[in-house]
């Protein structure tokens, strides 16, 4: 007997602890997916050297994506599963809301890789979150390279009214992000009382020779041959580098805000509104130089993020819709929208 019972008392806390694995993780679903199409068109293009005519093809290599995650949020009455399966290309405004269709956790950790028209760029979305009838808290993580936005986001926040179809919430949000705001010409213009670009770019290992009037980079290669080349293609790649390189030697920068949100959710089989917005209106002074308080030089600006997804079936035949997301952090701005009318002939 004794026995038994020390082994019941050794393996409860395994069993524990693979119920509650069981449980978070109950419902979710893990894929991964990878989707490609053809891009652009190759195209003719012509040019003149003296008075030869030289001819050349533009081809942008082929569009894909590949994306791998998992997800468990509930789906609002008015979102249907479109596809057997997920296959990376869904995009459910609904999952950018702040409370989500049930209480609990609900999380989503998605990576997407994707090349477009030539570019090659990283799409990530991860968020836990927890919402009671009385709190919400959530962490986030986004990086868009559309947008060219990153940044980590953790809030805390009171709920009011989350019985109704209107619910309110407020609190506090602690973001960390690259120094937003911060602009590495303007400081070097100001640090050098000049505006003459060459010398930052010698400054960055150009050399120029001029006997033969060629221009060339670094590595050694010829990048241009004339001035209005340099001027006009190669300089703003240097100044482009340039920006890029300050930014990523700089910390991560903090960003310490009051928030405040709300949520209208109502849904029928004619008609259904969900919308929900964040407002950061002030924001804690943090005593660093490239916060990006010291940067606009104040501690109120409105940073904000609303979505919207609305259906109407006006009649039998005829339904109209509207969807999107707008985000604004610090002065950077991303969304998403779609809009459309369907009728149905019978």
């Given at each position: 007997m004794r026995l038994v019972t020390t082994l019941l008392l050794i393996a409860l806390p395994f069993m524990?602890?693979?119920?509650?694995?069981?449980?978070?993780?109950?419902?979710?679903?893990?894929?991964?997916?990878?989707?490609?199409?053809?891009?652009?068109?190759?195209?003719?293009?012509?040019?003149?050297?003296?008075?030869?005519?030289?001819?050349?093809?533009?081809?942008?290599?082929?569009?894909?994506?590949?994306t791998v995650g998992i997800r468990k949020i509930a789906r609002f009455g008015y979102e249907n599963r479109a596809n057997a399966f997920y296959d990376g290309t869904e995009k459910t405004y609904g999952d950018d809301a702040t409370i989500g269709k049930r209480q609990g956790f609900e999380f989503l950790s998605e990576i997407d890789y994707r090349r477009q028209q030539g570019r090659a760029l990283v799409n990530q979305h991860h968020f836990l979150r927890y919402v009671s009838k009385r709190w919400l808290s959530k962490v986030e993580y986004l990086e868009d390279g559309f947008a060219d936005v990153k940044y980590v986001e953790g809030s805390q926040r009171f709920r009011i009214n989350s019985q109704g179809k209107l619910s309110f919430n407020i609190g506090i949000a602690q973001r960390i992000s690259e120094a937003y705001g911060y602009d590495p010409i303007g400081e070097?213009?100001?640090?050098?009382?000049?505006?003459?670009?060459?010398?930052?770019?010698?400054?960055?290992?150009?050399?120029?020779?001029?006997?033969?009037?060629?221009?060339?980079?670094?590595?050694?290669?010829?990048?241009?041959?004339?001035?209005?080349?340099?001027?006009?293609?190669?300089?703003?790649?240097?100044?482009?580098?340039?920006?890029?390189?300050?930014?990523?030697?700089?910390?991560?920068?903090?960003?310490?805000?009051?928030?405040?949100?709300?949520?209208?959710?109502?849904?029928?089989?004619?008609?259904?509104?969900?919308?929900?917005g964040n407002f950061y209106p002030y924001h804690l002074n943090v005593n660093n130089e490239y916060s990006y308080n010291n940067l606009i030089g104040k501690d109120t600006w409105l940073d904000l993020s609303?979505?919207?997804?609305?259906?109407?079936?006006?009649?039998?035949?005829?339904?109209?819709?509207?969807?999107?997301?707008?985000?604004?952090?610090?002065?950077?701005?991303?969304?998403?929208?779609?809009?459309?009318?369907?009728y149905v002939i019978y």
């Open positions: 524990v602890s693979a119920q509650v694995f069981e449980n978070f993780f109950k419902y979710s679903t893990l894929y991964a997916a990878a989707n490609g199409n053809n891009s652009l068109a190759t195209t003719e293009a012509y040019s003149i050297d003296g008075n030869t005519v030289q001819y050349d093809l533009l081809e942008t290599p082929f569009d894909y994506s590949f070097w213009v100001q640090a050098n009382n000049s505006v003459h670009y060459t010398t930052l770019a010698l400054q960055e290992g150009y050399t120029v020779n001029f006997a033969t009037l060629e221009f060339i980079n670094p590595a050694g290669d010829v990048v241009a041959n004339s001035v209005d080349v340099w001027r006009e293609v190669v300089i703003p790649e240097v100044l482009s580098d340039y920006a890029l390189k300050q930014r990523a030697a700089l910390q991560a920068q903090w960003c310490h805000s009051a928030v405040l949100g709300y949520d209208y959710y109502y849904n029928s089989k004619e008609m259904w509104l969900h919308t929900w609303v979505g919207v997804v609305s259906g109407w079936r006006i009649t039998r035949s005829l339904g109209v819709f509207l969807e999107g997301t707008y985000n604004r952090y610090w002065n950077r701005s991303w969304h998403n929208f779609s809009a459309g009318v369907n």
